[in-house]
């Protein structure tokens, strides 16, 4: 009697979690993100979070529901923040101000999500495909960069389907913030972005500084004759 008691043990549990998964799930995320220590380059960018990216709610399947837009938005925000020194987040490419900046305008490709009924596995996993257009303020194509992230509950004994989902896309979402501050400067076109970038602001301080001192022979002559002046005006008035 023992034996069959621990043969539909297992059974019930699978039993259990299957039904959970074949419910109707719809997560809103509301996570703050930590703020990022690493130290930005000297650089300018402005993210366009459009309309359509911040307020995005992905429907990977006719049950699921997940509101990811305004934290998507957030961990983005935080990321930015530890890549460029001058950053301006704008909703859409005409609200743009900042001068010689990189244009990032980020985009969700799909989001896909697997349960233990369908993977066979006790977890419950999300992936968010993520796409960033890269240019200048011009409008010139930099690249398009595809950048996937992954999430997965440590198992599926949650109290439901919603927090299991819940937890993977945060993960998810994590991992998308991990990758941006690992892989962003190691994208070859953004490389040589970067390296024109600093050629054209030193060319820019050099010109600068030889515009200081072209002008000071001119600066100095202009004392001189104040000088003269103010001494011939004190000499008349004597």
């Known amino acids: ?23 109707s799930a719809s997560v809103q995320l509301t996570n703050e993100f930590p703020q990022v220590l690493a130290k930005p380059k000297p650089l300018s960018a402005a993210v366009v979070f459009e309309p359509s ?9 006719s049950k699921t529901m ?8 957030r961990l983005l925000r935080n990321a930015f923040a530890g890549l460029f020194s001058k950053l301006e987040f704008v909703a859409s490419r005409e609200e743009i101000t ?6 990032i305008i980020p985009s969700v490709r799909e989001v896909q999500v697997s349960t233990p009924s369908d993977n066979y596995l006790n977890v419950f996993e999300v992936w968010i495909k993520y796409n960033l257009d890269l240019e200048t303020v011009d409008g010139e194509a930099i690249d398009s960069w595809f950048m996937p992230a992954y999430g997965k509950t440590p198992d599926a004994f949650m109290a439901s389907k919603g927090e299991a989902i819940e937890e993977a896309s945060i993960i998810a979402l994590r991992d998308a913030g991990a990758k941006l501050m690992l892989d962003f400067y190691r994208i070859p076109a953004v490389n040589n972005w970067v390296a024109e970038e ?12 030889q515009a200081q001192v072209d002008l000071e022979p001119e600066a100095q002559t202009n004392r001189q004759l104040v000088d003269a002046q103010q001494a011939n005006s004190t000499e008349a008035s004597k």
Do not use: H, W
Request: glycine share 4%; with cysteine; aromatic share 6%.
């Open 1 to 23: 009697m023992i034996m069959i008691k621990m043969n539909k043990f297992p059974a019930i549990i699978i039993l259990v979690i299957l039904s959970g998964c074949s419910s």
């Open 53 to 61: 990216f911040a307020t995005y709610v992905a429907k990977p399947n």
């Open 66 to 73: 997940i509101d990811i837009g305004a934290a998507q938005v």
């Open 98 to 103: 900042a001068e010689n900046a990189m244009v």
């Open 198 to 209: 600093q050629r054209r602001v030193r060319t820019s301080t050099a010109q600068q500084t």
